[in-house]
């Protein structure tokens, strides 16, 4: 089998069997091809390996030292779980008789604590008078929101209007995998999403073949906004409001974690609200607690 077709069988596989993101199947394919490529050129590899059969381990490893010189650990990473889960199909399904994975292992990569904003830093961004206007509106309820519940951007852009339960305030997510969720929405978010959604038909009266939709929050058009939007949306403004450091929708996500963690909320609830499939996802956001456990130290302490 050549190796395009089976990049293709893969990716098919994770499409239907694993329920996988189109963004996600796009950087496996990706990172895929960009193996093919270096095969190709490498003078070693003898003008390139037509057939898979004929990879080796040690191609593989050839290959991941080349990205060391311009690819972060995280991206090196990333590339390494793409192969891995390539050749373990492969296996799987018979293709081949041994996967060529010996040696083969992924960088380690350094932990870092999630970018988060202070309580204070939060309601500096979300108080403050706005115009009634339909787009301010909306990029005050897409705010709220995220701190309120914690959803991803792509969870954000992808909701409609009949997601949102305004009588017993919760709010149906379809997450990663296509796995559906209910998280709590707090009552100012929804009197945000409110505020919003009275303004909403003038949005959606733009939509130039006059269809109605269903997405709850739109562009200036009237189409489904898109996450590359909010981020754009989030970044400004902060920049407004005076916050000068990186904000982002993960930054709002975080802060909500992190400011439920903080106030005694137990992991597993946090887990189940962020959607995270792992609990070891969610124990990042334990950093907060030695936070807390230094300043009450600092504060405490005679000896300090």
Do not use: C
């Amino acid at each position: 089998m050549k190796f395009e077709e089976a990049v293709e069988a893969y990716i098919l596989f994770l499409e239907t069997e694993r329920n996988l993101s189109a963004n996600t199947l796009k950087s496996y394919r990706k990172d895929l091809l960009q193996f093919r490529r270096f095969l190709e050129k490498d003078e070693e590899a003898k003008g390139g390996i037509k057939d898979i059969t004929r990879i080796s381990s040690m191609d593989i490893r050839r290959f991941l030292v080349s990205l060391y010189r311009s690819h972060s650990p995280s991206s090196v990473a990333r590339k390494v779980s793409s192969i891995k889960g390539f050749f373990g199909f492969l296996r799987r399904r018979k293709w081949l008789d041994k996967a060529p994975l010996r040696g083969v292992s992924a960088p380690k990569i350094p932990k870092k604590l999630p970018n988060f904003l202070s309580v204070d830093e939060v309601f500096h961004l979300l108080d403050g008078r706005i115009e009634a206007d339909p787009l301010p509106l909306r990029d005050r309820a897409i705010l709220e929101l995220i701190y309120s519940s914690g959803l991803r951007v792509s969870e954000v852009v992808s909701l409609n209007v009949g997601d949102i339960d305004d009588s017993i305030r919760l709010v149906r997510v379809t997450g990663k995998g296509g796995k559906e969720r209910i998280v709590p929405v707090g009552e100012k978010a929804l009197t945000a999403i409110r505020a919003y959604q009275s303004k909403r038909g003038e949005l959606a009266r733009r939509r130039k073949d006059g269809s109605p939709t269903q997405a709850l929050f739109l562009n200036r058009f009237g189409t489904r906004l898109t996450a590359r939007s909010v981020e754009r949306m989030i970044k400004t403004y902060a920049l407004k409001r005076g916050l000068v450091r990186k904000i982002n929708p993960h930054a709002l996500r975080h802060s909500f974690a992190t400011h439920l963690l903080g106030a005694g909320a137990d992991l597993r609830s946090i887990q189940e609200m962020l959607g995270h499939a792992s609990l070891s996802t969610t124990q990042k956001y334990t950093h907060i607690s030695l936070e807390q456990l230094m300043h009450v130290y600092d504060k405490a302490h005679p000896r300090k």
